[in-house]
Every structure is written in C-alpha cells, then in structure tokens.
C-alpha cells in the first residue's frame, strides 16, 4: 500500500486586519504581513480587542504524490479547522468556499457570507476539490487566502489541526440516525455520498445499556451501496429505564478505518406525576418592606385545584382558584403561611415562610431566559407563549417562575430610529409593541418578569443599553412592571483600562444597584453577568447583586459544560441565600441562538449531570430552551420534585467535590434538614463501578440511600456503596443521616 500523505498547514500564516480584495491574489505581496498561529484566537495573539475583517494567508506546495494516496483519492479535502464566526477560503486567487460549504465556480464574491443570524464559530471547515481542478498547482506554490469576519467577543482561525490531504471512504459514508422514531423503535440511514465509488463493509448496530453492559440488540449487515446510494435500516429494542447507548459501526473492507456514531437514548426516570396535589418548589420567599408581592403556589396534581393560605400576614391575598398570593407587606418579619393544596383526589399542606426584610431570591431564581434558543430573534410574542407555555405545560407547578427576555428588546444601535423618547426614556424595538402589557400578562399568570440591558451603551448584540440612563431605565423598568434584571457587563469593557480590574468593575455595577433601590415602587432582583472577571463572588453581594455569572457563556457541548458545571470551586463559599452564583443557563431541550433551533448536543445522560450538578451547586435554574418544544424527556427531566427540592434548599448551601478520583468526583451538599445531597459524576469516557467510602465521608452508621431522580429509596448501606455509573453521567442520591 502506498504511503498516505498530507500536507500540514499548522504552521505560522500571514495576518492582516480589515479587508481588502487584494488580498486574496496569488502574486500579492504579503511580506510586511505580521505571523499568527491557526491554533488560538487572534484575541490571543495580540488583537485582544478586534472584531471585524481579518485576512489569513499562506503559501504552499502541493506535491503530486497526493495523487498517489490510497483510493479514493479522487479530491483533494482542504481542513481549515474553526474559523469564528464566518468566512471566505480562497485557492490561488479564486473563491471555492464559503463558510460550511464549497462554493459554486461562477459565485460572485460579496461579503454577504457574513450577514448571517447564526455563526458558524464552532464548526470545521472542510472543503473540497476536484483532484483534475485546474486550480491546484501539482508540486508548485500554490496560496491559501482566509476572509475572515468575526461579530464579536474572539475571533479567527483557532482549532488547529490544519491540513490538505485525499479522502478516505469514512468521509464519503454517512450514517445518520432518524430523529423522529419512536422511543424503542428506531430507523438509521446509509448515504454513499461520492460520486464515484462503490462503499462496501460490515455495519453493525448495537444497543448498550451503560450499567449493566448488556446488550439489548445487536445485527450485522454486509452492506455494498454505489455511488450516491441511500439505504435504510430499522430496529427494535425495549424502551429502557437506564442509561443505554446505540453504537453504529461500519468497518469498511479492506481498509484498517472505520466509520462509528453514538446516539444517547433518552431514558426518563422521574415517575409520572400523581393525581392527588403535592405542594412544590422554593418554600421560603423574600421581599422588601411594602413592595408587591407575587408567589404562585407551585402545586402539581390533578386540575381543577383549590388553594388555602392560612396565616397570611397583613396585605396578602390568596386567588383560590389560580393558588396566586398577591399585596404588600409593610411590616418586616418572618411569617409562617400553612398552605394547602386540594382536588378529588387529595390534600397537601406544606409551610410557607415569608420573609419581609432586606433579602430577594431567599432560594435560586427559577425561570426561563430568552437567549439560549431566540437569541436576537427574541419577540414579545415568544416571550409570551414562553410564559403561557410554563402554565400549560405544568412547569410553573414545579416552581419555574421567572420569564426573562434578555438581548435584543431596544433600538438596535445602527438604526435610525430614536433610541430613547424626548424625554429620554429607553424605547423598544417593533419586536416588543408593549413591554407594559407584557409585564401585565405575566403577572397575570402568576409568573414574574425579567428583563436585560447593559452598564454601556450598547448591550453584546449592541442593542441601545443603559449608560448614562441608570436611573431612568431602572424606573422605566419598575413601570413595566419588571422583576429581574440581567445586567450585563458588554461594550462598558471598552471603557475600561483592565477588565479584571476590581477597582473599575464595582462602581457600574453599584450605581445600577443604587438606581433599583432607589424609592421604585417594586423589588427589582439584580443579576450580574460579567463573565466572573474580578473575581465577582468576593464582591457581587456587596454591590447589591442577588447573582453573578461566574463564568463565560455556557453552550450545548460536554466540554464546555464540563468547565463550566464542575469548574470555579473556589467560588462556593461566597454562595448562599440572597446571593448565588450562577454557571450560566440550562441548555436542555431545543437550544439554538437565533432562528434556529436544534436538539442540545448533550446526551441524555449529560442532561442528567448537568441539572444534577446545577441543583448541587445550589444554582439559578434558568431554562434556554423552546417551551413550545418540550418533549415528554426534557419535560420529565425538569420537573423532578426532589431534584428541584436540592436546588431550592433554604439553607442555601452550594455542594463542593469531596472525592475526585480517576475520573469520578463526588459532590456533596448539606441540606436544611440535616440530609446530604451527594452526586456521584463519571466524567471519563467509559461507563465504571464505583464505591462510594461511606465511612470515610464521615457516615459512621449504617445509613438511609435514596436514588434523587427515580425518587426510590435503594436500601441501607454502612461503609461503603457499590454503584455503576454510566460515562458522563450521574448518581443523585440523598444520604439520611438519621439525625
Ligand atoms: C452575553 C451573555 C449572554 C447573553 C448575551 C446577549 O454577554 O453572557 O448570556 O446575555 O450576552 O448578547
């Protein structure tokens, strides 16, 4: 067999800032250009704060050996690795692709690549040619031109692993599993997609369940498929109540390579809700002294429903029908609410304690946040069928509450339009025709309201923000009647010498602080977003936030949510009720940043660690996803009563790791009423078996185990406890201390 060869581009290329045609000619001269590596952002490499155009080139030979690479060697596969956001690749002067995709021969070259709702940052680029393309010049110097355009944040080609090379016949099969299949019945498909050869080769699927390593199916098929042939395959297997993965295979023959793909199975744990009620969510709640006051029981069970409240202090009153308590209380104080719960099929009564005081979010805010599916394409339309959504679909009985539209709502900053009235109030886009009525409608439902705006003058998506308007917005936002503000950190970066400075990130944050306490006719709770510079949880409750980011943006992807989820322990101790830190949003569900929504790219059993680990770590849960959208998984995963029960614990206590031992890590979180809450987390790529060391836990007796999410006791246990975890997955379980 012949040698197989590439030719590798991860080597210093030329960089230049704004643009210019020019540069994608072969004989221009790039000599005076600066050198970058294709292996970080150019943020990195000394253009810390550019956005915009920016152009990479390099010159290489192409040697004709390539031509004598292993079949298929029809092309050659030119990988420019991630490239944030959008971009143009040029061979010697002519444009051949465009973003995720080859371009056609005759494609005008126009910047419109880059006028795109949804950016391709984290996404490889991958194009192909010809391997007769007159284009290529066989064993001379030939020149790679990159256009670049980045919208924000960082930029450029940065993933490394850059090269040019043939095909193989892994790069011609596709094998796509049928999104839309029952649970347990399920439909796969083959694509030849070259257009010259024949794909042959065993292709085995396997189901897998991850605990007990059986397999629940398994078949093999000698496929043959000619060019540009589709074949599809279906099977059967049991609905399973454990983490189970399906495995397709495809060995190809004759070559020591094959084609594999993964597919989580969503597996649902929480038992079904029962008929009779069952008073859930966060009971304890804060408010100001004569501020309004909204809570809405959070009951599931069977509808209709009758609520009692019993105790309610002066200035409260319960809706029987909807379970809303609403009014103001003027005396500060600690009162005890006995609510009760009723339909034909039972009773519930639980103690609610209303705390009148200085505190707001006396547990983490629960709700839903606009940016993580509709990003900019947010509307009042969507944010209302979100609110409507939480009622009709239940979740609002589990206690989600907070309906939050976050960047997008102003003047977009580039517009014509007047930003602000005359009188200089803020206004909003033709996106959100009445923020007034919006605010009514939600409340109307029990629900509460959030908005975002930013300390500069344009928020991230530069929308018109704050700057210079404190005070004003803060009162114009109290007339619509908002509960929550996201308070995001965005272009004032600009206006600052050091980002990680202290000194300069605490006083914006304090005057808006000062503004939503300053004699406004409503409790506005106060969440911080700057990404955790400056260390924000040693200073965040100071400056009067309920809640700080501690972290960059969260997105549907292990790593990241690995990073995020199981990183910044340090920041634990800051944590704790009226003040939380916060990891950033949910990304269960339909997620997307724009228009375009896709299935979070977690798997089922990443789902479960990471609502797991956020209601360990005592978080806001703020869900991102598409409510229209819930299936009967996402819908099971969250509004898991005991789950839910951890995260909204009075005593306000985030878990910090105990154990981190060859890929495990056990995190623990003492609960109000003397329990532990302990998640037991595989984060290595292999399902394992792991003993829980009870003993050295400090759990010197035989102990009570319950499984959290399928609400089951498991037994008692002493010393120790023997369980398997599935990889990237989790154990929740309570520990009774018997105390
Ligand atoms: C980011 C923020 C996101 C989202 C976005 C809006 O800075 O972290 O959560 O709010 O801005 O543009």
């Not at 079904?272 to 069970?301: D, F, V």
């Not at 009692?308 to 003027?330: H, M, N, Q, T, W």
């Amino acid at each position: 067999m012949n040698q197989y060869q590439k030719v590798n581009l991860d080597r210093a290329w030329k960089f230049k800032t704004g643009d210019n045609l020019k540069y994608s000619a072969p004989d221009f001269n790039d000599s005076d250009w600066e050198e970058i590596n294709v292996n970080q952002t150019w943020n990195k490499q000394g253009y810390k704060k550019y956005e915009g155009f920016a152009w990479y080139r390099i010159h290489v030979v192409i040697p004709a050996s390539l031509k004598k690479n292993p079949s298929p060697n029809d092309s050659l596969i030119f990988n420019l690795g991630k490239i944030d956001d959008f971009n143009q690749f040029f061979l010697n002067g002519q444009l051949v692709g465009e973003n995720l995709n080859n371009t056609t021969a005759d494609k005008k070259v126009t910047d419109d690549f880059k006028n795109l709702k949804e950016s391709y940052w984290d996404v490889p680029r991958r194009y192909s040619l010809s391997i007769d393309n007159p284009l290529i010049k066989w064993d001379k110097e030939n020149v790679i031109a990159v256009r670049v355009f980045d919208w924000g944040v960082a930029g450029g080609i940065y993933s490394g692993g850059l090269n040019i090379t043939t095909p193989k016949f892994s790069d011609y099969l596709k094998i796509i599993p049928a999104k839309d299949g029952a649970e347990n019945i399920r439909k796969v498909s083959l694509q030849n997609i070259s257009k010259s050869y024949e794909i042959k080769g065993d292709f085995t699927i396997e189901v897998l369940n991850n605990i007990s390593d059986r397999k629940s199916y398994e078949r093999k098929f000698h496929v043959k498929m000619n060019p540009g042939e589709s074949k599809s395959f279906s099977f059967r297997f049991e609905k399973p109540h454990q983490s189970t993965t399906i495995k397709y295979m495809f060995d190809f023959d004759g070559e020591n390579y094959s084609s594999t793909l993964s597919e989580g199975v969503k597996y649902i744990l929480t038992p079904p809700e029962k008929e009779a009620p069952q008073i859930n969510g966060a009971l304890i709640y804060g408010e100001r002294p004569g501020k309004p006051l909204l809570y809405k029981i959070a009951a599931s069970g069977k509808r209709p429903m009758k609520f009692f409240a019993e105790g309610l202090p002066k200035g409260l009153a319960l809706d029987p029908e909807k379970g809303i308590i609403s009014g103001r209380v003027e005396r500060k104080g600690n009162y005890n609410v006995l609510l009760k719960a009723e339909n034909d099929s039972g009773f519930d009564s639980k103690t609610l304690e209303i705390v009148i005081g200085d505190k707001l979010l006396l547990t983490p805010p629960m709700g839903w946040n606009s940016w993580n599916c509709w990003g900019l394409s947010v509307s009042q339309q969507k944010v209302y069928d979100a609110a409507k959504s939480f009622v009709e679909s239940g979740l609002a009985n589990h206690g989600w509450t907070y309906i939050n539209v976050d960047d997008g709502w102003s003047i977009f900053g580039k517009s014509k339009e007047r930003k602000r009235k005359p009188n200089g109030e803020i206004r909003t886009n033709e996106k959100f025709p009445d923020m007034k009525k919006l605010g009514k409608d939600i409340h109307a439902l029990g629900l509460k309201f959030g908005i975002y705006s930013s300390p500069g003058p344009l928020t991230c998506g530069k929308y018109t923000a704050s700057y210079k308007h404190e005070f004003q917005d803060a009162k114009t936002f109290a007339k619509w009647g908002i509960d929550y503000l996201k308070y995001d950190l965005c272009t004032y970066r600009k206006l600052m010498k050091d980002v990680h400075s202290v000194k300069e990130l605490v006083p914006p944050y304090k005057l808006m602080h000062k503004a939503l306490t300053n004699n406004l006719n409503r409790d506005i709770a106060y969440s911080i977003c700057e990404y955790g510079l400056g260390k924000v949880w040693e200073w965040g409750e100071k400056v009067g936030g309920q809640l700080w980011r501690t972290t960059g943006d969260i997105w549907d992807d292990w790593d990241r949510m690995y990073e995020i989820g199981f990183g910044n322990v340090e920041a634990a101790e800051f944590s704790g009720p009226g003040h939380w830190n916060d990891p950033d949003m949910l990304i269960v569900g339909w997620v997307g940043w724009g228009p375009n929504l896709h299935e979070t790219r977690l798997t089922p059993d990443e789902q479960y660690t990471h609502v797991s680990l956020w209601a360990l770590r005592s978080a806001p849960l703020l869900l991102g996803n598409d409510l229209t959208k819930l299936d009967e998984f996402t819908l099971n995963l969250i509004t898991n009563d005991e789950v839910i029960a951890i995260d909204q614990d009075k005593l306000g206590h985030e878990a910090t790791p105990v154990i981190k031992k060859d890929s495990i890590e056990v995190w623990m979180k003492n609960l109000s009423d003397g329990n532990k809450a302990v998640g037991i987390f595989n984060v290595s790529a292999e399902n394992r078996n792991f003993t829980l060391p009870l003993a050295d836990l400090g759990f010197k007796d035989s102990v009570l185990i319950r499984d959290v999410w399928r609400e089951k006791n498991i037994g008692k246990f002493e010393r120790n406890y023997k369980t398997g975890i599935a990889s990237h997955g989790v154990q929740l379980i309570k520990i009774f201390t018997g105390k």
